[in-house]
């Protein structure tokens, strides 16, 4: 018997016994942080886009507040990541992404509600349109790109609010403020 026979034999005993082997169930700290398609830098991305997307409606106290938007934009980032680590071919990628904007319009659509006959919620489910936006951008590695666009679209949210309370007459129909009864 040579010693590669007796090693041979050895990891067959140790692989039907492991426990017997503590230190072959070590897992080392780079497999656990091993995320396979996806990746630290992306996720970290995902998670400040949607800390200031979410702290903006948090803060007016609207639907889609930090948690969602964070789990939005890494649910996006998530599948097309998937996607693009699956499959090199940009057809397959664009109908995961065409996919993704299905099913992101009818969380939109759940967000919607009428009250008195105003529709209310178009906003933030044009937030979440925005959201899964930033979320697939960055998972075809736009991930610069997506600050600016979060940048963009809370100036949007802020300025507009501040251009609509200095002009009056831009707070007619749907956009009235609603009067409080004494």
Known sequence: MGIR????QWLRHTARFPSHFPEKNVVSLDVLLDLGPFRWPALFCC????????VERQTRGKPVGIRTSILIISGTYCFMAMAVSLS???????????????????????????????????TSAAVI?????????????????????????????YGV??????????????????RRRH
């Open 5 to 8: 026979h007796l090693h041979r």
């Open 47 to 54: 998670a400040l886009n949607g800390l200031l997307v979410g």
């Open 88 to 122: 090199p071919n940009t057809l397959d990628q664009a109908r995961v992404l065409g996919q993704i904007i299905t099913g992101v319009g009818f969380l939109g659509a759940g967000v919607m509600m009428t009250q008195d006959g105003k529709i209310h919620g178009v």
């Open 129 to 157: 349109w925005v959201l899964a936006a930033l979320g697939l951008m960055i998972g075809l590695g736009y991930w610069r790109q997506s600050v600016v666009i979060t940048l963009l679209a809370l100036s949007v949210l």
């Open 161 to 178: 609010d501040k251009v609509e309370n200095t002009f009056q007459s831009l707070r007619r129909g749907v956009h009235q403020r609603l």
